[in-house]
């Protein structure tokens, strides 16, 4: 099993940056690592996700060029630094593993087997 913990959320002004820390309680190289939000009344959703030790990454449309997903194998750590945030980003955020995704599947948030409690965003 791998337990996963997010942390990094806030209140932030429109234009604002934040960076969301996941933290592994192992060793995540070979995982695919995702990041989804869920705002209320809507359905969780991919942000974004990173494959192979954070070799390949996978973007939602809606943050390409504003939100970068890494991995820090080495501290079995996955960031999301998110940059000219607007208010439909605000939400709550997961932070997900599963075995390799690709760009077919890496939204698929049932194929994901590991979750974090989450962290909220809040875009004002």
């Known amino acids: 099993d791998v337990q996963l913990v997010e942390s990094g959320g806030g209140s932030v002004q429109v234009g604002g940056s934040l960076r969301l820390t996941c933290a592994a309680s192992?060793?995540?190289?070979?995982?695919?690592m995702g990041w989804f939000r869920q705002a209320p009344g809507n359905e969780r959703e991919g942000v974004a996700a990173?494959?192979?030790?954070?070799?390949?990454?996978y973007y939602a449309d809606s943050v390409k060029g504003r939100f970068t997903i890494s991995l820090d194998d080495a501290k079995s750590t996955v960031y999301l630094q998110m940059s000219s945030l607007k208010p439909e980003d605000a939400a709550m955020y997961y932070c997900?593993?599963?075995?390799?995704?690709?760009?077919?599947?890496?939204?698929?948030?049932?194929?994901?087997?590991?979750w974090g409690q989450g962290t909220q965003v809040t875009v004002s």
């Open positions: 990173t494959n192979s030790r954070g070799s390949t990454t």
């Open positions: 192992r060793y995540i190289g070979a995982y695919c």
């Open positions: 997900a593993a599963r075995s390799r995704c690709t760009i077919s599947t890496w939204r698929t948030v049932s194929e994901y087997d590991y």
